[in-house]
């Protein structure tokens, strides 16, 4: 949600600046803008509605000297999606511009003050009434901008990521964040210089560098072109930055030949698992080590409960994480809604554990979960993919993915990514609370190690789904089924068809289907069923006799070799054999993939679908 990017350096800022626009585009956004300090000393703002390359197309022409800058990618929050309310911002006297991603949650209280103190608005945004109030804090405290803004942050509620640039001091870059993401660069060039890139997550800058400091909460940071990092907070302690090393590499951003991200990321799957489970399952001593639960194995041992917080995609993983972790370590697991369960006042123990799932360790809903878990003594454990990310520093412990960036905005491997580090989870608190024999925890070890090559089968045999999913462009509807772990599935395949394509689609246990669901089906209903060869079969047989009945169209996803679904089916993927628990890390596939040729048939922006983020960082 929202990206921004800048650059203080030698190097002419407006090239940095719009290729990192363009990395940042799989965030989500609908309007885009740079400010550049120019050569002769101006303050430049550009900005366009649309994508980045309406923003290039406006640019043409322009002053686009300078190497200073600061630009930015908008996901409407206050105000439509225009020209005017898009970022960056000016402040009234046109001697500060601000680019701002987050919720000023009192800016209307702040606007009318200002007003009532003589400053004029241009826009609708709580983002001007931000750069507004900087201003008014520099002039009636006759302060410079970083005095300014460490006072404005002060009257502020509500989450921002801000970069600043000011005129009158070109040879400075002022950034500050609270709630959402803000990473900076540091590159040291072989002449001694120093160079600072920003970005919202590190996308824009691995290019030039892998050394960075994550900003931590109320820390405002300061750089300038003699190789100056100063970074203080709220309080005016400085703080002493720390240089990280970022994992990750160039070729992982770019889409490798394919031609969206993500049926990149869809295909990664099976080498991305293997990085997820390596050093953590050892298939000879038939083990799973998480040193996440090894470091405290006596809160796992002593937990009344297991709550998992998630949003969305992230739900549906926690689902089957629950169903696992319940049944293997006989413990019960709650799974909610990180945006209800930090609203309803939950009841929750010192001996509970949290746990936080959210690939990009920034949901804010998430975020606010665990703090709230955090106050009332629980344990908190987090299942992140973003290394450094806000989640990781808040639980006490956790593990991460490791199934490298995703870009497309509909999750794909960081799905399957939760789900088998949810499994391994589950395996170390067996492990830990001696819930399992032996012989089934050494065959569930084993069979997990095998999943990543089941899943590399399950992609080599379904080619054909691209030519399939052309006949189903004209539905208006689908309806998911499964039952037991595949409920989660089926939610799951319904969310995706839903995010990329637009089509309407229902995840529902199948059970629960002559509760209702059954009074839609018709000749024209696709009704999509997991139905592998194990866990209720025959009750998902009847079920799919009854929409065969009613002239419903199945789609099913079987095992290899069964032919009593296939024979029913009008359609059918197909899946290797595998311990039921494992099933829906293999029959997700095919749905992934379903909805990716949809989508595209239907000429759908695959990778940056409307009105969505990849990473929801306000409420």
């Keep these: 949600m929202?990206?921004?990017?800048?650059?203080?350096?030698?190097?002419?800022?407006?090239?940095?600046?719009?290729?990192?626009?363009?990395?940042?585009?799989?965030?989500?956004?609908?309007?885009?803008?740079?400010?550049?300090?120019?050569?002769?000393?101006?303050?430049?703002?550009?900005?366009?509605?649309?994508?980045?390359?309406?923003?290039?197309?406006?640019?043409?022409?322009?002053?686009?000297?300078g190497t200073i800058g600061i630009a930015h990618t908008r996901w409407a929050t206050h105000g439509e999606p225009n020209q005017v309310n898009a970022h960056p911002h000016y402040s009234e006297s046109r001697n500060l511009a601000l680019v701002h991603n987050g919720i000023i949650e009192n800016y209307k209280a702040l606007r009318t003050e200002l007003e009532n103190n003589g400053m004029t608005f241009c826009s609708e945004t709580d983002?001007?009434?931000?750069?507004?109030?900087?201003?008014?804090?520099?002039?009636?405290?006759n302060c410079d901008l970083f005095e300014g803004v460490q006072l404005a942050l002060k009257n502020v509620i509500g989450a921002y990521a801000i970069a600043i640039l000011e005129k009158k001091n070109p040879d400075q870059l002022v950034c500050a964040r609270k709630g959402s993401p803000l990473v900076i660069g540091v590159a040291k060039k072989s002449d001694g210089h120093v160079e600072f890139?920003?970005?919202?997550?590190?996308?824009?800058?691995?290019?030039?560098t892998n050394q960075v400091v994550y900003l931590k909460d109320e820390q405002i940071a300061i750089?300038?072109?003699?190789?100056?990092?100063?970074?203080?907070?709220?309080?005016?302690?400085?703080?002493?930055p720390q240089l990280d090393t970022l994992q990750l590499n160039l070729d992982q951003i770019e889409k490798g030949g394919f031609p969206h991200f993500m049926l990149k990321e869809i295909w990664e799957q099976p080498?991305?698992?293997?990085?997820?489970?390596?050093?953590?399952?050892?298939?000879?001593?038939?083990?799973?080590?998480?040193?996440?639960?090894?470091?405290?194995?006596?809160?796992?041992?002593?937990?009344?409960?297991?709550?998992?917080?998630?949003?969305?995609?992230?739900?549906?993983?926690?689902?089957?994480?629950?169903?696992?972790?319940?049944?293997?370590?006989?413990?019960?697991?709650?799974?909610?809604?990180?945006?209800?369960?930090?609203?309803?006042n939950p009841v929750i123990f010192p001996d509970d554990i949290v746990i936080a799932v959210s690939q990009s360790g920034e949901t804010a809903d998430t975020l606010a979960a665990i703090e709230l878990a955090k106050e009332k003594g629980a344990f908190l454990y987090g299942v992140c993919n973003v290394i450094g990310s806000s989640i990781p520093r808040a639980t006490n412990s956790g593990t991460y993915l490791h199934v490298g960036p995703e870009i497309g905005v509909a999750s794909t491997k960081a799905f399957t990514g939760q789900v088998i580090t949810l499994s391994m989870l589950g395996l170390a608190i067996a492990k830990v609370r001696k819930t399992l024999s032996d012989d089934m925890f050494h065959m569930l070890v084993d069979e997990l190690y095998q999943i990543p090559d089941k899943m590399q089968w399950t992609?080599?045999?379904?080619?054909?789904?691209?030519?399939?999913?052309?006949?189903?462009?004209?539905?208006?509807?689908?309806?998911?089924?499964?039952?037991?772990?595949?409920?989660?599935?089926?939610l799951e395949g319904a969310l995706k068809l839903k995010e990329i394509?637009?089509?309407?689609?229902?995840?529902?246990?199948a059970a629960e289907m002559k509760h209702g669901p059954i009074a839609l089906v018709d000749e024209e209903m696709p009704v999509v069923v997991v139905a592998p060869k194990h866990g209720m079969y025959e009750k998902?047989?009847?079920?799919?006799?009854?929409?065969?009945?009613?002239?419903?169209?199945?789609?099913?996803?079987?095992?290899?070799?069964?032919?009593?679904?296939?024979?029913?089916?009008?359609?059918?993927?197909?899946?290797?054999?595998?311990?039921?628990?494992?099933?829906?890390?293999l029959a997700v596939i095919p749905l992934q993939l379903l909805s990716y040729y949809v989508a595209v048939t239907k000429g759908r922006n695959v990778d940056q679908p409307r009105n969505l983020a990849k990473s929801v960082t306000v409420e």
């Design 2 to 65: 929202c990206g921004i990017v800048g650059y203080i350096g030698e190097q002419q800022a407006y090239p940095i600046l719009i290729k990192g626009l363009h990395r940042l585009e799989y965030r989500g956004y609908d309007s885009a803008g740079v400010s550049l300090i120019s050569e002769n000393g101006d303050l430049n703002v550009y900005k366009a509605k649309g994508k980045v390359v309406a923003l290039e197309n406006g640019c043409k022409g322009q002053d686009l000297t």
């Design 127 to 141: 983002t001007e009434v931000l750069v507004q109030l900087i201003e008014y804090m520099m002039k009636s405290h």
């Design 197 to 208: 890139f920003l970005g919202s997550d590190a996308t824009p800058i691995i290019e030039y």
């Design 223 to 240: 750089m300038d072109r003699k190789g100056r990092l100063d970074i203080v907070n709220l309080s005016s302690v400085h703080q002493t």
């Design 271 to 344: 080498n991305a698992l293997r990085t997820c489970i390596r050093g953590r399952l050892n298939p000879t001593d038939k083990d799973v080590i998480l040193s996440g639960v090894l470091d405290h194995q006596d809160r796992f041992l002593n937990c009344r409960r297991i709550i998992i917080c998630a949003c969305g995609t992230s739900w549906h993983s926690a689902l089957i994480g629950k169903y696992f972790i319940e049944e293997a370590c006989q413990i019960p697991v709650e799974v909610e809604y990180a945006s209800e369960f930090r609203y309803r």
């Design 459 to 490: 992609l080599e045999n379904n080619k054909g789904i691209d030519k399939f999913a052309e006949r189903f462009t004209y539905c208006k509807n689908f309806l998911y089924l499964g039952r037991g772990y595949n409920y989660p599935v089926a």
């Design 501 to 509: 394509s637009y089509i309407h689609a229902e995840g529902y246990p």
């Design 540 to 585: 998902v047989v009847s079920n799919i006799q009854e929409i065969k009945s009613r002239g419903g169209k199945i789609i099913s996803v079987i095992t290899e070799g069964d032919t009593t679904v296939k024979e029913m089916s009008d359609y059918y993927f197909t899946i290797p054999d595998t311990r039921d628990c494992y099933v829906p890390l």
